[in-house]
C-alpha cells in the first residue's frame, strides 16, 4: 500500500476529521511505556513534534476538524503539574535524564495548549446543524452495536458516526486515526451502510509524515 502525505490527503478529501491517537504520535514511534528512560525521552521528543507537525497543517489548511470529544480528550488535565511531582523529590537526586524527560513533557503540553488555542480560535470543532444532527441520532442508534462489537470509547464512537455523516452531507471526509478497534468499526461500517470508501476514507498514520490506507 502506497504511502500519502499530508499534502495529497488535504487534495483528495474536503473534510479531514483528526483523532487524538494520529496527532500525538505515528505507529513506528515507540517507548512510550518503556523502562528505558532514554527511550521514553524520545518518545515525548516525538509527541512534542507531531503536535507542532499538525499545528502548522491547522494554521494553513482549511480542511481540518475534530470533534469536541477528542479535543476535550487533548484538552486533559492531570490532577498533578509535573512540577509539583518533581517537588517531592530531592533535586539533586533526580538525574539530567530524568530532568530532560520532565523537560520534554512539559515542552509537549505546551505544544498541545498551542494547538487547541488554534482550534479555538479557527473554529475547527465540529458543529452539525440541526438536518446533520438528526442524521447523526438516527447512525447512531442503528449502529450502536458496533460500539459494543469493538469496545470503542464514547469519543471514538462518536467520530465514527461523525465521518459518516459528514461525508453524506458536506462531502469527502477522511479520518485520520491510529486506533485499530475504530478501524475495524469503520469497516463494518462501511460494509452495513454500503458507504463509498472513497468518500468516506480511514487513514492510519504509521510514519512521521506519512499515511496509508486502512
Do not use: W
Not at 503539574?81 to 505546551?110: G, M, V
Amino acid at each position: 500500500m502506497a504511502f500519502l502525505t499530508l499534502d495529497k490527503l488535504c487534495q483528495d478529501f474536503q473534510i479531514i476529521l483528526l483523532d487524538a491517537s494520529a496527532i500525538n504520535c505515528f505507529l513506528e514511534c515507540r517507548g512510550a511505556q518503556s523502562e528505558k528512560l532514554k527511550e521514553r525521552i524520545n518518545y515525548a521528543i516525538e509527541e512534542k513534534n507531531s503536535v507542532i507537525f499538525f499545528r502548522k497543517y491547522f494554521n494553513k489548511e482549511n480542511n481540518f476538524l475534530i470533534t469536541s470529544l477528542i479535543f476535550d480528550e487533548l484538552d486533559y488535565k492531570e490532577n498533578f503539574s509535573i512540577r509539583e511531582t518533581l517537588a517531592k523529590y530531592d533535586f539533586l537526586t533526580i538525574s539530567e535524564k530524568e530532568k530532560e524527560y520532565y523537560r520534554e513533557s512539559c515542552a509537549y503540553k505546551k505544544e498541545i495548549n498551542k494547538l487547541l488555542k488554534i482550534i479555538k480560535k479557527k473554529e475547527k470543532i465540529l458543529n452539525f446543524n440541526q438536518y446533520e444532527k438528526k442524521e447523526y441520532f438516527c447512525s447512531f442508534e442503528r449502529n450502536f452495536y458496533l460500539k459494543k462489537r469493538h469496545n470503542l470509547s464514547d469519543p471514538d464512537y462518536d467520530m465514527l458516526i461523525s465521518g459518516a455523516v459528514l461525508s453524506k452531507l458536506r462531502g469527502k471526509t477522511a479520518i485520520l486515526s491510529n486506533d485499530f478497534p475504530l478501524l475495524c468499526s469503520y469497516k463494518s461500517l462501511v460494509y452495513e451502510e454500503k458507504l463509498n470508501t472513497e468518500n468516506y476514507g480511514f487513514f492510519l498514520r504509521p510514519k512521521k509524515e506519512f499515511f496509508k490506507k486502512g
